[in-house]
């Protein structure tokens, strides 16, 4: 169930709340000054819209964008991006529409091709009656996608006729080649678009053995999907030789991006050349997102922006992580090999980090200290403050193990079975749990994830009190092990902070009738649980103003997060206005009370 479908429930008993008077929202005096008039009580709807867009839509100009990087060689590898002037946390060093964008299969339906938003509200995406593979939100998107949509057509059709059933649509890395490839001969080899794209990295004289049948397998499938018969008809596309068709391959699994939607769901894949020369660090100053950058649709859309999350000085090299960065070392490592063809060097990766909370678990006698998780065929390691050693090593590794290949079967069978996968995930949180790993150690902080989402989807129109309870610790306890990792304003902290907040607002479905006894468990019930609720919101906010970029408004989240916070306001406002009612109305229904 979507907070969305929650969050009606809740308006439904707004209307029925015990209001007097107009209440006075104080969301203002705790949002960070940029912040333009909020949605409120009072004001009208339209007006306070215009008001957000024009904060928003401010984005970074051509000019400011140009001026602010700089591609030159890079003491980290090769070429990489440096900034020409200062950013704080939250700056948006650069905002572009990528060269091209893709969306994943099962997202087609669901997202425009060209500006990949959702459909307007009570609107439906229109599909391609041609290939019938694609969806538009609007005819202007459809006509500015036609330029290479045109070729695209005409392969999905010839695709789809001779592939088996269940791969009537060609992969994701397919469509983006063949995307690229048509970009070639539609702009020109002579062009800057082309030129661009044909500067980015390749790996095609150092690509491991592990590389050859997967490209291989991919350049036959193009060939397929472009229907050339003949090497000579390749030459349109500027390619001459296997080396030029390696080369685009590797120049595009190399420069490629997670295309995500304004909450961070991967949705697709995207190219830039404006983003691919930002090197690497498991420890970056910067992400790149897709915060939605106005509330209007806007063929200018998706915009891929380079966000600093911590201060850059000028000069400083720009740097990005290219994998999940909650991982451990080892798998970071095994993922920039695998895919980037590179040893990570940097600090996080090249000192020994005792107090990794990535692989972080509490003392074998509680003293309150950590020490870090044991490895097979190595003396366990002590703790870091009284120095006990753990007293059951093969229990300890038997729960790593059964954490890793559950997480992997629970998110394999997420779709299918996703009560199994539920039953699974809680089984593991236990058993890792009980052998001391922290809530920010993998995989324990991988399979709370996976089960917080499960929750989530399974809140159904009327959750019950102990479904949504649940849902609100399991998150709790996702969002306190990303924040032992993450640093403030990282957008995943943001989004899972956003998310916390959203579940703690839904209307309690049956809140203990005392409010009192709940007062020391988590979650707590009636006002106190709203007003966490706003303080989480509030926090999420200032969050998501920095690893969605300020100017961005925090991206949709952070905007759909300061009407949330307004909605919380008022019914806060509510709470206290009805107690206070219901203390006169005593009063006056006694009126000789306090003379007894
Ligand atoms: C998206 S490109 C980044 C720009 C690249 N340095 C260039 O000159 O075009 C990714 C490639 O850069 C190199 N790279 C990026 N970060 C690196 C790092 N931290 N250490 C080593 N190589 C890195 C790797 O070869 C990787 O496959």
Redesign the pocket.
Known sequence: MSFANLRSSRKAKEARSFVKDAVTSKADENLPEQSVVIAGHCGTEQADLADTSMATSSHVSEPARIAALQVRE?S?????TFAKAAHKPGSVINAVKPYISVLSTPYLSTFCTNCSSPPKQDAKLKRCTRCRVVWYCSDQCQTLDWDIHKYECKALQRWAESAPDDAKIPSDALRSLGRILWGFKQHGLDREWTKSMTQ??S?RTSLPPSAFEPYTHLAHSLIRYLGVESPLELEPYGVKSTGDLVDVISRFT??AFTLTSYTLNPIGVAVSPDA??????CDPNAVIVFPRVSDKQSTEEPQMSLVAIKKIPSGEEVTISYVDTTLPRELRQEELKET???E???TLCSTVQYDDPRTAMYCPKRCGGLRPAPINGSTPPPCMKCKAVTGNLEGELDAFNVGQELLAKAATIQQSDPQRAKRLASNVIDVMTRAGLTPSCHPLLAVTRLHQELLVASLSESPTQETLDEAIRTSAKYVAGLSAILPTGHPVRGVALAELGKLLAVDEPAPPTDPSASLDRFPPSGSARLRLARETLVRARGELMIGFGTNHGGGLVGRELREAIVRLENELGAWTQGVQNALEDAKAARPNAHRI
């Open positions: 890079s980290i590898a090769g070429r990489g980015l990295q790996h190399t420069n691919a020369f930002v090197n690497h660090s980037y063809n590179f990570c060097k940097c």
